[in-house]
């Protein structure tokens, strides 16, 4: 391409409603520009990234032996009533009506419409399992669609669904599409990361999110790299910090603390440890009255954790200032273990200290040396509270201390899920199995965020002049920046006989053929992240050389010029 | 692909709701499948035909310099109150709400999203002309639908907008895109014309058409294979049949036909040959009163060229049977030429004959012998009528008869059109000329329906058992059916060899690896219309032989086995 015939539409401003880098790089690079809110155009330098993600996920999809088929944007109501979905689905799920009033929506997923084409079209045993994908255009209506491509409203998705006759089934081809995201990833040369998610309310069973890393995601990841173990900071198993519980050493004895009702101010008056101290967090039950959650001082308590516990009310409520004064009979700065009047689950560390402080029931007054199974009774124990850094992986050998969890943020790119028979149940989607009996299909389905991919891969790879694409998504692998294009026979005949070379061996190349300075040339192939760069001038080529950089390398170095060819080639396909 | 791998979903049965037989033949063929009216999925068959379509199409864009973009399918209402059709489009914009009670439609068209685009992108003469395409799923909320994705509400288009400094560099690009669509369509293997269109009321300039023949073609051309013309029947010009007007030879003469009056019964009455009549037609005059249109017995009136006299209203307005009563004193049946109250405007062919018969302005009298310039004036001349076939070209030199027109049909698979300043104007798209004054970018747009292509192919190309594919939009090339693949191991080490070596060659094939009866199998190929075929069975090996057949053959032929792989290339690259 040349840039004489090509929308190169960059800017030197960044954008001022722009808040992430990769949102600010995407309109300075001329990738999109916004139509609406969370809606956006793409223009060329932006729809070639988006096709070569598109095109490697394609290839992966149709390597596993998934079939490629085109649902439509525009849904029928009667499919979302069927599945429970059109009640249920919130203000993201955009409803009209046509011209002769029916009810329709804009596609936000295709469970409905893929379960009942399927449910019509495979009758046997013999055609499952199958696996369909479609990479096409979704909206959602989010409330505040943010950050550019990152959380738009219309976007690009890669969704695939999968048909079984058993649960063994779906597992096999859920591991398939493990590894295929895996290799998908990995192929477009990102740094990500597979992490064990929430099955949370849809009810299903296994389910992981691909993430990829990057400072400025919005999930944090607790990552083991010994045991390839990642899961959400907030779903990570927290073991036991401390254990095992030593024996009691200390007497229990009532201290005043006036007006000293946190942890912080707690131990600073007692002039203790935040770890030696628990905190007393009351609840709503599941069956009505107050739980008693306790944690370690220093510890954070996970509500998700603590609402899947059967004696806490799901959702988690937190218990008011007045329910906890009726029945504790103080704030709640000072409620504790001993003598407690409702029931107690500590967190795995809580349980393991021993001679440890909590609060007397009383304001103002706290215990030291408090000690379970002693002062009060051994606590139902839990997990409550969520990973920090440091703590050991549940997935490491226990006694090893060195496999500690770090913590790591990513942005979610990919998501697969085992659906199990939700849809196919509501939607009557059975086939007839080898005795000739019909069973409901379990199901999987599998997302992947493709013009998501392109934002997180600029969050992870930028620096100051602009984006650093891996070669496998970069709009072109090499720019031609001519010194004197318009004004040298040399330079113009080197440039043209280099840019058709290389294009004859199948790189995508950018001839700049501007009639521009070079340091605005220099600062636009920058900004748009071309990897490989060459200059062409008269001076080196006095020389016989020719000017080669790589994007992410601070320097350049001279190339002879009867070898530049068998360079680039090396240098291109190495990357 | 092998059969047991992918979703062949053939009927048997012809779907009841499915008129054409191209609707018939892709449900039939497992290609798409209803989800609400003018909505479909587009199941692994017929996303293969789509896709080979739009690579076509996106390789010839690319090829004419044409850059691909990706614009929203959902688009705010504010661009289309600019541009003013927000309130002129009629019920096919489909009008919705977001969340927040905005206004935004889905877009059936994209004039209005590029148009304000490009004003912001493109300042300057330099970056002109520019040309952008997208290949992207349009909605029209058609009142009826029908014809499966011949007339969709959701469909496939790829369309074109172009940008210039001036109307001849439009003109050049229009030049450029009418050879890229004939490219587009030849390599498709479709039979297909382009046809002079109507620029009508959208005020622009040059305008054609690109049909693909089949006589299930909704619209009718006139068609001059000598020179190269095509027109749709109702714009392409008809001139004067029976020319030029010989002299009087009879008087006029008043007649009784008591109660005949249609052309029919006044030339049986007396005899006489319907070309020897006129018939006057009363239509509303564009300033007020009635207008008389004359025509030669055996034409019928065109309304389009009629209301484009400036005598005439337009739209055209009948004059009803009271209004003619009270202006001329008879009923429609007896209107004529001779002393008649109201402006004449004559058909070139009926002002070209002498001694002919009209009605006399009174119930059941005719005129004989009537000639123009003796009974009555010299009417105003102008084109008012259909061509019909046998009708000389316009285009041909006149004096040579054997230049006629045929009529045949088509199906509008392409659009282009030179638009002018009818947006860039209304949206205040301007560039800077070299002497940095402010333009008004002329624009042209070029539209293909995508999925239509696929639906016309069918019409073009099917037989009494199936589709015809030509080769470049077959869903596979190749079928191999194989006769005992679970029973003979030569039969399927066979299959499987000639299966990867064709794939190898770059061959999309079809391995019918199911346990099916052969007539089921061959059946299948036929109806989703692979063109070519090769059996493999225990006999014919046994022979050293393997049996081809091209589908749109009647027989096939034995090849011997170790030339299969030659034999096929040499076929599947000729065809």
């Known amino acids: 391409m040349r840039t004489s015939n090509f929308l190169l539409s960059t800017l030197k401003e960044t954008p001022a409603d722009a808040e992430v880098i990769s949102h600010q790089l995407m309109l300075r690079a001329g990738m999109i520009r916004k139509v609406a809110a969370g809606i956006y155009n793409w223009l060329p330098v932006g729809l070639r990234v988006l096709r070569k993600v598109e095109n490697i996920v394609r290839e992966e999809m149709d390597r596993a032996g998934a079939q490629e ?16 979905r059109w009640e249920q689905y919130g203000g993201e799920l955009l409803r009209m ?96 990361r597979a992490v064990e998610a929430d099955t949370g309310s849809i009810g299903g069973n296994a389910s992981h999110e691909f993430h990829v890393l990057a ?41 005043d603390t006036p007006d000293q009702t946190t942890i912080d101010q707690v131990s600073r008056f007692l002039d203790i440890n935040a770890s030696n101290t628990v905190k007393t967090l009351l609840v709503q039950g599941a069956e009505g ?31 008011t200032d007045d329910e906890i004064k009726q029945t504790i009979g103080c704030a709640p700065g000072s409620i504790g273990v001993v003598e407690l009047a409702v029931p107690v689950v500590a967190d795995r560390s809580a349980a393991n200290l021993a001679d440890f402080v909590c609060g007397a029931n009383q304001d103002g007054v706290h215990f030291t040396g408090v000690n379970w199974g002693r002062d009060c009774a051994e606590p139902e124990v839990f997990d409550l509270r969520s990973v920090v850094a440091g703590d050991q992986c549940a997935r490491a050998d226990h006694n090893n201390e060195e496999d500690q969890l770090s913590i790591t943020r990513g942005i979610e790119v990919g998501h ?7 849809y196919s149940e509501a939607m009557n989607a059975t086939c007839l199995d080898n005795n000739g009996k019909a069973v409901v299909m379990p199901m999987g389905c599998y997302g992947i965020g493709v013009s998501r991919i392109v934002a997180s891969a600029i969050e992870q790879n930028h620096d ?56 605005i040339m220099f600062a636009d192939a920058d900004l748009i992240g071309v990897p490989h760069r060459v200059v062409v001038g008269d001076k080196s080529l006095a020389n016989g050389t020719i000017e080669y950089k790589n994007r992410r390398k601070d320097t350049a170095e001279d190339v002879p010029q009867n070898g530049i060819v068998e360079f680039l080639l090396d240098r291109m396909l190495k990357d």
């Open 69 to 84: 088929v085109l649902m439509p944007t525009v849904q029928p109501a009667e499919l979302w009533q069927e599945s429970g």
């Open 97 to 192: 009506q046509d011209r002769h009033n029916r009810d329709f929506c804009l596609g936000p997923t295709h469970e409905e419409v893929i379960t009942s084409l399927i449910s019509n079209e495979i009758r046997s045993y013999k055609q499952l399992p199958a696996n369909f994908y479609q990479i096409q255009t979704k909206f959602r209506d989010e409330r505040r669609p943010r950050f550019g491509v990152m959380r738009a409203r219309e976007f690009i998705m890669k969704d695939a669904y999968s048909f079984h006759l058993d649960s063994d089934s779906l597992g096999q081809t859920y591991d398939l599409m493990f590894d295929t995201y895996s290799r998908i990833f990995t192929r477009l040369g990102l740094h990500f």
């Open 215 to 255: 400072d400025s995601g919005e999930d944090a990841i607790a990552v083991c790299d010994k045991y390839e173990y990642a899961a959400n900071v907030e779903l990570a198993e927290a073991l036991a910090v401390g254990g095992p519980r030593p024996e009691a050493a200390h007497a229990l004895t009532k201290v």
């Open 289 to 319: 009255g107050l739980v008693a959650l306790v944690l370690r001082g220093d510890h954070e308590l996970n509500e998700i954790k603590a609402q899947k516990h059967p004696l806490v009310a799901d959702p988690l409520v937190w218990a």
């Open 416 to 422: 697969i899920f085992q659906l199990g028979t939700k």
């Open 464 to 519: 100051a002049r602009g984006i650093l694409w891996p070669d496998s998504m970069a709009p072109f692998q090499l720019v031609i920046t001519p010194i004197g294009y318009h004004k040298s026979d040399a330079v113009k005949t080197t440039c043209d006989e280099l840019y058709s070379t290389m294009q004859q061996h199948g790189m995508e190349v950018l001839l700049d053929d501007r009639n521009e300075r070079p340091g």
